[in-house]
DNA sequence: CATATACGTAAGCCATGACTTACGGAACGA
DNA sequence: TCGTTCCGTAAGTCATGGCTTACGTATATG
């Protein structure tokens, strides 16, 4: 729910990988797995991290469970260095004029 | 330099919080790892990885060095999730609309 | 009911890395 | 030069976690 807990779920190559993978339209699984280099299962429990940290939703079809990414988790992300940004360009910009040289 | 080292970076939540410490305003190595829970060299780690992915700036006053974020790579990672959220969402609604039920 | 598909979970292995203490070097002041 | 401050690096410890294989469970199909 938090951004700290996205950023941190966003860490590990393989995990962001999938994350981005699931930008392009909702996914199974096996479907994901398919084209990567990990196992499925590790996907599997790549997802349960995504899923905690609230970044994907999971769906039910049939057997199968199609994973998406969550756009307000998304957007989130997005807000938090956006204002990130301002602070830390106004504290750029102070830097530069009164500094204290 | 490129976006997913730097959130790779910011993965781990204490050296998350020296970044944070500092978008308020440049700062020394020694009084970053005054208000923290771990040592000054666990900091000086972090700073350096934190430098490695072209986070922060380095520049050296007499024989203290001083820390600051670049904001260009602030910007570098608001951009990529403003493009992330763009593609997220034109995903999800193409999602809603045609689908394939 | 039997089988196949699609998936999550358990258990275990092993590399990564976050942290510590100890040390060495560079910049200032007396 | 001597001592102090400020810092990076080396070496070592220890937990975390990413990955694997093996197994158990729910959903369709015959």
């Given at each position: 729910m938090t951004y700290g807990t996205m950023i941190e779920a966003l860490g590990p190559p393989t995990r962001r990988a999938i994350f981005e993978k699931l930008a392009a339209g909702p996914s199974s699984v096996g479907a994901l797995a398919k084209g990567m280099p990990v196992s499925r299962p590790a996907v599997s429990q790549h997802l349960k991290a995504l899923k905690d940290a609230g970044l994907v939703v999971e769906a039910r079809r049939g057997?199968?469970?199609?994973?998406?990414?969550?756009?307000?988790?998304?957007?989130?992300?997005?807000?938090?260095?956006?204002?990130?940004?301002?602070?830390?360009?106004?504290?750029?910009?102070?830097?530069?004029?009164?500094?204290?040289?």
């Open positions: 057997a199968a469970r199609i994973y998406s990414v969550d756009p307000k988790s998304v957007a989130a992300l997005r807000d938090y260095f956006d204002r990130f940004w301002d602070v830390a360009l106004d504290a750029y910009r102070r830097s530069l004029e009164g500094g204290d040289a």
